[in-house]
Structures are given as structure tokens and as C-alpha cells.
């Protein structure tokens, strides 16, 4: 497993940005593949955006696609969630995940093994 942490959370009005980071403690990503799922209260857990090792390939939830947007650094310890045109419903704990491997994205938080904190990211109206 590796370590995760999260940060760039907090409250932003509707139709603002916000910018979530994702730094592996002491190890790149050049051997995982990283996703990014939120939990808001009462919900489950759910898949946001995943990012391949080669950071070739995106996946997104239908519900950000086109205002959300992974990215990873070049020095491949930083995986990013650029987050534009924030609505109410985008309010939730948002977690970073990693899986090791060079296999295709996974959706499914069941299939990842490492976890961050989270982050708590409030759009108000």
C-alpha cells in the first residue's frame, strides 16, 4: 500500500473552482493507477475521476465530465482534480485511492487498496 494524502478541500460558491491534490508519501505514481471518489452524507461512496500510471488515459463520472479534470505532474508524486463549475451537489468528502499496477482504470472503489483521508469540498448556493 501506499500512503495518501489529501489537500485543497473547503467551501466555494456555486459556479466557483477548486483545486484537489493527491501526494504519494515517499513513492511516485509511476506504477499505480489513481482515482478520485467522493461520500457525500447518507450516500455511498462514489467514483469521480481515475487516471491511468502513464496518465495517458481519464475516466470521469458523467456527472463532472467537463468540469472536472485529472492531470498528473510530471514528476509523478502529485495527481491533481481541477474542479470547475462547482454545484451544490458536488458537495461531499472527497478521497484519493491508489491501485498498483499498469492494467486499464477501474470505476469500482472495491478494486483500491490504498486510501487517503479525504477531503471536505462545500459548494453553497
Known amino acids: 500500500q501506499v500512503q495518501l494524502v489529501e489537500s485543497g478541500g473547503g467551501l466555494v460558491q456555486a459556479g466557483g473552482s477548486l483545486t484537489l491534490s493527491c501526494a504519494a508519501s515517499?513513492?511516485?505514481?509511476?506504477?499505480?493507477?489513481v482515482g478520485w471518489f467522493r461520500q457525500a452524507p447518507g450516500k455511498e461512496r462514489e467514483f469521480v475521476a481515475a487516471?491511468?500510471?502513464?496518465?495517458?488515459?481519464?475516466s470521469y463520472a458523467d456527472s463532472v465530465k467537463g468540469r472536472f479534470t485529472i492531470s498528473k505532474l510530471n514528476a509523478e508524486n502529485t495527481i491533481y482534480l481541477q474542479m470547475n463549475s462547482l454545484r451544490p451537489e458536488d458537495t461531499a468528502v472527497y478521497f484519493c485511492?491508489?491501485?498498483?499496477?499498469?492494467?486499464?482504470?477501474?470505476?469500482?472503489?472495491?478494486?483500491?487498496?490504498?486510501w487517503g483521508q479525504g477531503t471536505q469540498v462545500t459548494v453553497s448556493s
Open positions: 515517499g513513492r511516485t505514481f509511476s506504477n499505480y493507477i
Open positions: 485511492a491508489a491501485r498498483p499496477g499498469r492494467d486499464s482504470i477501474r470505476r469500482l472503489a472495491i478494486e483500491y487498496d490504498s
Open positions: 487516471i491511468s500510471w502513464s496518465a495517458t488515459y481519464t
